[in-house]
């Protein structure tokens, strides 16, 4: 399975990072399947950073597989949704932002993508969807899916343009405004609207 992400695809986030950019077309990264980070385990904070930063980002399943979809078919080939953190070594980011080099460290490192367990999206409005994250009981980050740059389906038809989706592929669809730094025995809780997906620790 690949895990496929988008990069500043809520525009106050762009804003706080890239002020000014507007993005044509959504940025894609990818992390590999050593990212994953399952069943609410701790996060272990990397050596090579001084600086990991959460980013919540709600994340769809791919259920079937598909090659350039088109987007009004999209909602055909997931079937269900999670909350995950797209960690990022984010003083490494900068420096790879600033020679024009690629992302893959930083955001692609071994447990940099921590995922809920998934549940159908029936019954949710992926165009109107509400999550949060909580750092230590408090929130940090709250995001709804109609700020989105580029909805989910717009997403999965421009990245099956480049890459084959196959059933379990992950597409993690980009982090609202709010993104900080961890540190060593900070908790982090996501949420779909009221309901909590994940609950885990930084060591
Ligand atoms: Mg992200």
Known sequence: MKILAVGWNYSDHVQELNPGLKPKSPVIFMKPETALLKDNKPFYLPDFSERVDYECELVVRISKMGKNISEKFANRYYDAIGLGVDFTARDLQNEFKKIGSPWEICKGFDNSAPVSEFISKEGYDLKNLHFSLKKNGEVVQNGNT?????????????????????????????????????????????????????SFDVL
């Open 146 to 198: 109609a700020d989105m740059v580029f909805s989910v389906d717009e997403i999965i038809a421009y990245v099956s343009r480049f890459f084959t989706l196959k059933t379990g592929d992950l597409i993690f669809t980009g982090t609202p405004v709010g993104v900080g730094p961890v540190k060593i025995n900070d908790h982090l809780e996501g949420f779909i609207e009221e309901k909590q997906m994940f």
